[in-house]
């Protein structure tokens, strides 16, 4: 086996590595099908099971679409590559922001519940929880902008320890004849509803958050082990039996042990309470759900970024998410990610429940998305057995389509609105910057051969202040940018002192006579950067330098000493005119002031 292929994933290194969005959704899904069947009283959550058994069985439509993206996409099926080949560049656009927002809550929705688990496990830490979750995210954040390596093998321990700990738990509750812990609290107050079909709808609904990260796996085919296809394909069933059995698994002990909605305790605490007991079992099951909803969300950090970066080769998003920091990692991407999910933790309280229903609708977009692009796949191919493989992508493109109706519809005034408005805004905000890059590709002409470059006529202006080491430096690195160079002092006519001021300068400046002019820029007021402004617009000359020269203190507290007025006039001159601006900085160490200290040229820019 080949070096390469030696650090690429196997089944159960795939497993850890990509499904843990998937699995992690263990610890929120079965709650959020309670918390709405809650609504119609005890029976209702009987009906738990039911409702697990259709978002199951809906599970299994999407495993084996997505293995059947797998085989048609070995390279990488996510649904804005599947989308952008087979729909066309809108629906691309669609899925590029369903998956950025379906990164941004996984975050959010996996750090909160993370923190729920932890809570439930000590409930002093309750009244933290919106400070908890802000530290979690801080750590993942740091750890991410460190560049430190998604290892597989760094994920298979938890993840094993998680899984086993979670079907321990459901062996231990079948085999159980009356729960060990019965967690209680005071009823709550309020209206009971009819158990209806509304209610299911919205119970399957939330549920449906247990689906996200499906999809992972055939976004990464390219990271398996040869034959690629094959152990990518058997990962994905793995998954699906694995996530199943969980979901059906926990919901059975959910209806036999007769679990309700607990302020401050979730719904998994209350299972591994009932089968396991308070004692080490159950701190084993919160503490492997908080290690592994934390690397969940870390996998938002790996994907997002990467996807900005696409987008920004494809000029939907600004060209800055392009670039990588010294360790290699797509540091605005990151930012992003962690500002938003900030944002939301915050305006959300840090509570899990309000974050789950806004996760599946845009989960629920690019599956339908990514299904309908391999419908137009197959018909256009059309291998050996297209006609079934059609039916199962136009069948998971149905369901998923429906279901991302029925998520939106049910939790509307619940928050989904929110992601109703968000995703088309990005669309339209992504088709806006691609319109902007396109003008400026119009107006540089690229994709052609220009003519031939020709000398253009120039000018060098330097304002200055006064004769010193700082202006000689100046005039010497303008002599070199060319021949035309001019010191440049704005003054004000109607000031004694500033008038003084500039007599004593043209005397030092004619004592100096560094072979420069010196011309006076004057004005009604005092005010340095209008007049230096005028005077470049009104150059007949087509190429105009100024050089602005500035000192670089050693110490960052020493900025604040600074009047910054080379910044206030390199911002009105990019601002106002078209000169090329520099910005030379002469930098103060603190050392003998007898050492020779050579000026840094740091900045050369040129206005639109």
């Known amino acids: 086996m080949s070096g390469d292929e030696r650090h690429r994933l196997g089944v159960i290194g795939g497993l850890a590595a990509l499904s843990l969005d998937a699995m992690a959704s263990v610890a929120y899904g079965p709650e959020a099908i309670v918390l709405i069947l809650a609504l119609g009283g005890a029976n209702a959550i009987g009906l738990t099971l039911p409702v697990t058994l259709a978002i199951a069985g809906l599970l299994l439509v999407l495993v084996l679409s997505y293995r059947q993206v797998i085989a048609a996409f070995p390279n990488g099926g996510g649904s804005y590559g599947v989308s952008k080949r087979y729909l066309g560049r809108r629906a691309s656009l669609v899925a590029g922001a369903s998956l950025v927002i379906d990164y941004v809550l996984n975050v959010a929705v996996s750090v909160a519940a993370g923190v729920a688990a932890l809570t439930s496990a000590v409930p002093g830490l309750y009244g933290y929880r919106v400070w908890l979750a802000l530290a979690v995210l801080a750590i993942v954040t740091a750890v991410n902008l460190k560049g430190v390596a998604n290892s597989a093998r760094m994920f298979i321990v938890p993840t094993a320890v998680f899984v086993a700990a979670i079907l321990t738990v459901i062996l231990a509750g079948l085999l159980r004849g009356e729960p060990a812990v019965t967690t209680t609290s005071a009823e709550q107050a309020g209206q009971i509803h009819a158990i209806g079909v509304l209610l299911l709808l919205k119970a399957f609904a939330n549920g449906c958050a247990a689906l996200t990260g499906v999809e992972a796996i055939a976004n990464a085919v390219p990271s398996f082990r040869k034959p690629r296809a094959v152990r990518a394909q058997r990962a994905e069933l793995v998954l699906g039996v694995l996530l199943a059995t969980m979901l059906i698994g926990l919901a059975v002990l959910i209806k036999k042990f007769e679990i309700k909605p607990v302020e401050g305790v979730t719904v998994l605490s209350q299972l591994a309470d009932a089968s396991l007991g308070h004692g080490f079992g159950y701190y084993v099951v919160q503490f492997s759900t908080v290690i592994l909803l934390a690397l969940a969300a870390n996998t938002s950090y790996g994907g997002l970024p990467v996807l900005a970066q696409l987008l920004a080769k494809d000029h939907f ?68 057995g297209w006609r079934f493989k059609l039916a199962l992508n136009g069948l998971g493109a149905v369901l998923t389509g429906v279901a991302a109706v029925v998520v939106t519809a049910t939790k509307f005034t619940e928050g989904a609105w929110l992601i109703v408005i968000a995703l088309p805004a990005l669309v339209v905000l992504m088709q806006a910057v691609q319109r902007n890059y396109r003008r400026i590709g119009v107006r540089l002409e690229l994709g052609r051969v220009p003519d031939r470059p020709k000398a253009h006529r120039s000018r060098v202006l330097v304002p200055v202040n006064g004769v010193s080491k700082l202006t000689r430096d100046a005039i010497s690195v303008a002599s070199g940018l060319g021949h035309d160079v001019v010191a440049v002092h704005a003054v004000n006519a109607s000031d004694p002192d500033d008038v003084r001021d500039f007599n004593k300068l043209i005397a030092d400046w004619e004592r100096w006579n560094p072979g420069v002019p010196l011309v006076a820029l004057t004005d009604d007021r005092r005010r340095l950067t209008d007049p230096i402004v005028r005077y470049v617009k009104h150059l007949e000359i087509e190429t105009v330098f100024v050089l602005i020269p500035e000192i670089e203190p050693e110490h960052l507290w020493q900025r604040l000493l600074q ?26 160490p603190d050392t003998d002031p007898a050492t020779e200290v050579e000026p840094t040229l740091v900045t050369i820019s040129r206005s639109a």
Request: charged residues 15%; positive net charge.
């Open 317 to 384: 998003v600004p060209h800055v998410f392009k670039l990588r920091g010294q360790r290699q990692v797509y540091r605005y991407g990151i930012g992003f990610l962690t500002l938003v999910s900030a944002v939301l933790l915050i305006a959300a309280r840090g509570d899990m429940n309000t974050l789950v229903p806004l996760f599946a609708i845009g989960v629920f977009v690019g599956f339908t998305l990514s299904q309908a692009g391999m419908v137009r796949h197959w018909w256009h191919t059309r291998p050996g």
């Open 563 to 588: 009047n910054q007025r080379g910044a206030l006039l390199a911002h009105a001159l990019r601002r106002h005119t078209n000169a090329v601006v520099c910005r030379m900085r002469f930098r103060i």
